[in-house]
């Protein structure tokens, strides 16, 4: 199997991996979305630890690294916030949806943080994700932006957010199971004032769908760790929009979700815009 073929399984089964965990944690029922994230992000903490130790990586950022490594645990925290609100109040289809929003936020953040400039039509790429987001938060007369709707999209922008320090912090050299452990820690002190005083209790079937999650998030990270490790973002990334398949198909069979038209049209244009930028990324690439 050819590296990037490799890079398509994995990322594959990180699609599936994070459809996993938004049916699981939509399933776990009306619990708090900041005690499902502490459950979640207590999971990934156990096995990045579990990384660090195998592979002998100190704890450290280094130098001059601190603040791109607080901001994307900050932005990925609030991501996760966002992401499990969505999840609570919208099919798991529109939620994963607004969700992937965060590669074309990450292509405005990384103009203004990363001081690279967009292509012409990665701009007009990134208006046509929007414009098809419309669709999914469905704008009306009487309530002009679905509240949940909305905050899935700054999920989507946190991710982004997020993603592009993340960027910035590995090509500096920081260790990406560093990165993840961090960021889960920060999740957890985050999530755990909230859970002291606002706790809800569960039963054992929440528990056991909540570590379910959490180890279906872990899955995915290091699914898509090993992806891009394969293979060039820009040659496998559009296969990470097949989680919104996944999810759909999830959502449908177990929670009998089924999104409805104007979700489907805001699918179909934000993931066409996703395959036009794919594909121009690689003629680009071809001709350097």
């Known amino acids: 199997m050819s590296e990037k073929n490799k890079g398509i399984l994995y990322i594959l089964c990180a699609a599936f991996c994070f ?16 005690e499902k994230a502490f459950f979640r992000n207590a999971v990934a903490i156990f096995f990045s630890y579990g990384v660090l130790l195998k592979n002998k990586i100190p704890l450290k950022c280094g130098k ?6 607080c901001g994307r645990a900050v932005f990925g925290t609030i991501g996760i916030f966002c992401n499990y609100y969505a999840i609570d109040q919208l099919n798991i289809s529109d939620a994963s949806m607004l969700n992937k929003l965060s590669p074309f936020f990450a292509i405005l953040f990384s103009c203004f943080l990363l001081q690279e400039r967009a292509k012409g039509y990665q701009i007009g790429c990134v208006a046509a994700a929007l ?7 469905k704008p009306g007369t009487e309530n002009l932006l679905s509240f949940p709707a909305l905050i899935g999209v700054c999920g989507g922008a946190g991710a982004g ?7 910035k912090a590995t090509s500096r050299g920081v260790a990406g199971p560093f990165i993840v452990f961090f960021f889960s820690v920060f999740s957890c002190l985050c999530c755990l004032p909230f859970c002291i005083f606002y706790y809800e209790p569960m039963n054992l079937k929440q528990l056991a769908l909540l570590l379910l999650a959490g180890l279906s998030a872990t899955g995915g990270q ?5 992806a891009y ?3 060039p973002a820009r040659e496998i990334s559009v296969y990470d929009y097949s989680q919104v398949l996944f999810a759909g198909i999830l959502g449908f069979v177990f929670l009998n979700e089924l999104p409805d038209l104007f979700s489907y049209i805001g699918y179909a244009i ?19």
């Not at 957010?161 to 993340?166: D, G, I, K, N, S």
């Open 222 to 226: 290091f699914s898509i760790t090993a």
């Open 161 to 167: 957010m997020a993603y592009t320090l993340l960027r």
């Open 19 to 34: 459809a996993l965990m938004n049916l699981f944690v939509k399933a776990a029922g009306d619990l708090p979305f900041f």
């Open 229 to 231: 490790s394969h293979a």
């Open 131 to 137: 414009f098809g987001t419309l669709f999914i938060l």
């Open 270 to 288: 934000i993931i066409g815009a996703s395959i036009f930028m794919f594909l121009k990324n690689q003629k680009h690439a071809h001709a350097t």
């Open 64 to 69: 001059g690294n601190g603040l791109l490594i």
